[in-house]
Structure formats: C-alpha cells, structure tokens
C-alpha cells in the first residue's frame, strides 16, 4: 500500500530495561554465598523507604504477596468487607478473598480510572473495614478524600502502589504514610523490575515488626541474625506465617535500578507527553487526564476511545499487530472474571464497565525511539481510517 509508513520489527508493548550493571549485582551476589534474604535486601529496604520518604520498607515476593500481607495487618478476616476498584488487575481483589473476606467493587472516576470518591459511602456496611486504594497504572487516587471517609467511617485504609513507583500525590512520592502501608511491584511490566518482587512501606513500627516476621513463616529470629549470632539461638513461631521472601539476587537488581529511577521517570514523562501532543490531532482517541494533585509515572499510556473506534477496539488492536505493534487492551474489570462474576456488578460499575470496553494500552518503554513512537502514532491514525 503506498504511502503506509513501516518499520523494521516489532514495537512491543512494554519492555524491561536493564544493564551490564544488573548483571554485575547479580553475579557478585551468587559468589557471595548468600542468596535469599540477606544484606542486599536489607540495603534495598532502607534505600527504597530512603527514595519513597517512608520509616519502614519490607521486602517480599510480589506485590500480590505484600497485598496478602497487608491485608493481615489489616486485621481482615472471614465476612469482613473490603472496598476496592474491580478496575483493576486481578490480584487487588485476589489478595481480599485469601483472608475469606470479600471485595465490594465500587465504580470509577472516568477521567482517573481510580475509584470515585463520591461513591464510596454508599457501598459501606457494618461489615466494611478497609478501603483498598489502586493508583491504577501510575496515576494517583484522590487520596485526601478517601482518608477523610475512611477516618469518618472508622476504615483501615491499605495502598495498591504496584503501578506507582515514583508517581507523586501533591507533591510527595507514594509511599503509604497516610494509610495503613502502601504495596509495591517489581514484576517486569512495572518501572522498577527485579524479575519478580514487591515492597511494602509504612509509617507504623509495629506493623512493619510483624511484616518482617509473616513474610518469613512468622520466625521469631531472622535467619541473619541467627547465622551472626555467637551463641546458639532457637526460633519460636508465634502465629502462621508465610514464605514470602525476596530473594538477594532479585534487590541486588533492585538496588541498580533505583539508581536509574530518575532517569526512567523522566524519559517516561517525556515519552508520555510527546504522545499526547502527536495524538492531540486524532479526535476519536482521548488522551490520559492528569488531575492538578497528581503526577503519573507514566508505567503505562493508557488512551481511550470514542465513537465508533470504540466499539470496534479489538479490531482495531488486531489491525495494529498486523503491522507490528503490540498494544494491550486496558485496565481489566475483575468482576467480569470467574471469580468475581455476578450480573448485579455490571449495572452498578457503568464507568468501570465502559473504560474496561473502550481503552487501549500504547507501547510505552524506556528504549522507545522516536521513529517507533511516530509509527505507532501515524499506524493508528491510518488504522483507524480503515475502520471508519
Ligand atoms: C501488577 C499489579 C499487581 C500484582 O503485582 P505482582 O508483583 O505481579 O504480584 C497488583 N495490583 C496491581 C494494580 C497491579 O498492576
């Protein structure tokens, strides 16, 4: 087709970068002859509470492990209530069930896609006692007013930070010093990556002391000080506890690409805003809202679309790969899973269900060149004349 631009290989949707620096943590820590565990996860801890502007960072295995975590300390159990998004990846609601309490979805902001405000206190019961906050895809929630419902009403307020490393809230880093504690991610679709891996942040001492032990099966003394302890030390386990560790290997990697934090936020912001003006021509695509309180990461440019691109999203995703670039549909709606699925949710989360419906995730990565982006750009556009 003459005329169509094209470009040598795929764009992909997202991808992790890391260096030969990386590589060198990593193998100092194999030679070490410490690999779970050890000083480098403590070293990562204190330069990421350091970075956040936390008292107390723990390390563990995923996000969706510190969100299990979290939820302990919350005190959640069987018939408790949680509020949360079902905008979300899955394992928000997940992390709720796993203490057998149950997720009550409230719908969204559809400018933020994080929870509506004016919403919230209409879906609160006797049993309700926590609010989990997403600041879905890097964007902040409106914190300050789901802090002053939450104290009204007596609520436990936990943060899924998973997307939302370095995304600042009124001028501060997310860092759960407001709520209860704050969970991060490090899975390599996130900015910050170790492979696999989550960090939980808080203000409150006592509830970081009980984090350090259920994240290491509830033992009463680490395996660090044991093994520097001169005298022989023998562990209790006063309640039941997990095996969610991180392992030296993965903070080590951790520890090198908080180095890189400023430089990854600044060419994501970059990158962001140079879509916004190249899509600003577009009149079916609405560009990411940036509320005055927030400034996004940016982990992922998330549009959406209107009118008859909307309806026919998926093809128009399909037509994209066909030329060689990977797009993602956006944030899911869990409710529409097997888990959660009941018919009543979908009349009561109409903003929820349409933004599950109408958006698209754009290739959004640190390497990303600018011919790359100017292709996705100009293929959509193209793509979405032979839609129409
Ligand atoms: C990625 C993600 C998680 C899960 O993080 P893992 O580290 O993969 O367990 C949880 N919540 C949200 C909002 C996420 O985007």
Known sequence: MSGTITHKGMVPVARPFVGKEEEHAVLEV?????????????????????????????????????????????GISQGDEVLCPSLSFIATANSIVYQGARPVFVDIDPRTYNLDPNRIEDAITPR????????????????????????????????DAACAIG??????????????????????????????????????????RRLRRLRQHAMSISDMARHG??????????????????????????????????????????????YTEKLAGIPWIVAPFQPTYARSNFQSYMVRLTGDAASRRDALMQSL??????????????????????ASWDSQLPATSAAADECIVL???????????DFVVESIREVGHGLA
């Not at 050890?38 to 969706?64: L, N």
């Not at 995304?167 to 492979?195: M, Q």
């Not at 899911?332 to 009941?342: G, K």
């Open 30 to 74: 194999l030679r070490s002859g410490w690999l779970s565990q050890g000083k480098r996860v403590e070293e990562f801890e204190r330069r990421f509470a350091q970075y956040v502007g936390a008292d107390h960072a723990i390390a563990v295995s995923s996000c969706t492990t510190a969100l299990h975590l979290g939820m302990i300390a919350a």
């Open 128 to 159: 309700t006692k926590a609010i989990l906050v997403v600041h879905q895809i890097g964007m902040p929630a409106a914190l300050t007013e789901i802090l002053e419902i939450a104290q009204r009403h007596n609520l436990i307020v936990i943060e």
């Open 167 to 208: 995304s600042e809230y009124r001028s501060n880093l997310i860092n759960g010093r407001n709520s209860l504690l704050a969970c991060f991610s490090f899975h390599p679709r996130k900015i910050l990556t170790t492979g696999e891996g989550g960090m939980i942040t808080t203000s409150n001492q006592d509830v970081a």
């Open 229 to 274: 302890s001169r005298e022989v030390m023998i562990e209790t386990y006063d309640e039941l506890g997990y095996n969610y560790r991180m392992t030296d290997l993965q903070a080590a990697v951790g520890l090198v690409q908080l180095d890189r934090m400023s430089e990854f936020l600044e060419r994501r912001r970059s990158l962001a805003a140079r």
């Open 321 to 342: 790969l066909e030329r060689g670039i990977s797009t993602r549909r956006g944030i899911m709606a869990s409710h529409r899973e097997a888990p959660y699925r009941d």
């Open 363 to 373: 290739p959004l990565f640190h390497q990303m060149a600018q011919e790359e982006q």
